[in-house]
């Protein structure tokens, strides 16, 4: 089991840039899969990007390609979102996960294990 914990969100001006982090615990952070996905009020959750377990394969949402950066840390047991050139719309409630099982990388039911997430604003 694994348990994840979200810092970095904040509130930032259009264009500007956000560092997400994801704390892991556990001794087997290498074993999981992880993502990160956001949800905005009112919308469904939407997959952001995601890493697998080497960090050798890399998926990202066609909304933020060029402008999001996800990368883990085995030896340190995180995973980072760096955030750059922010638009409005990608304001919501950033949230990491990990999946243990193989499954497609974008869809919420691959994960099993989800942080609390964290608010990310982006003003006009």
């Known amino acids: 089991q694994v348990q994840l914990v979200e810092s970095g969100g904040g509130l930032v001006q259009a264009g500007g840039s956000l560092r997400l982090s994801c704390a892991a615990s556990?001794?087997?952070?290498?074993?999981?899969?992880m993502a990160w996905f956001r949800q905005a009020p009112g919308k469904e959750r939407e997959f952001v990007a995601a890493?697998?377990?080497?960090?050798?394969?890399?998926n990202y949402a066609d909304s933020v390609k060029g402008r999001f950066t996800i990368s883990r840390d085995n030896a340190k047991n995180m995973v980072y979102l760096q955030m750059n050139s922010l638009k409005p719309e990608d304001t919501a409630v950033y949230s990491c996960?990990?999946?243990?099982?193989?499954?497609?990388?974008?869809?919420?039911?691959?994960?099993?294990?989800w942080g609390q997430g964290t608010q990310v604003t982006v003003s006009s």
């Open positions: 890493v697998s377990r080497s960090g050798g394969i890399i």
């Open positions: 556990g001794r087997t952070f290498s074993s999981y899969a």
């Open positions: 996960a990990a999946s243990v099982r193989v499954g497609p990388p974008n869809i919420p039911l691959t994960y099993g294990y």
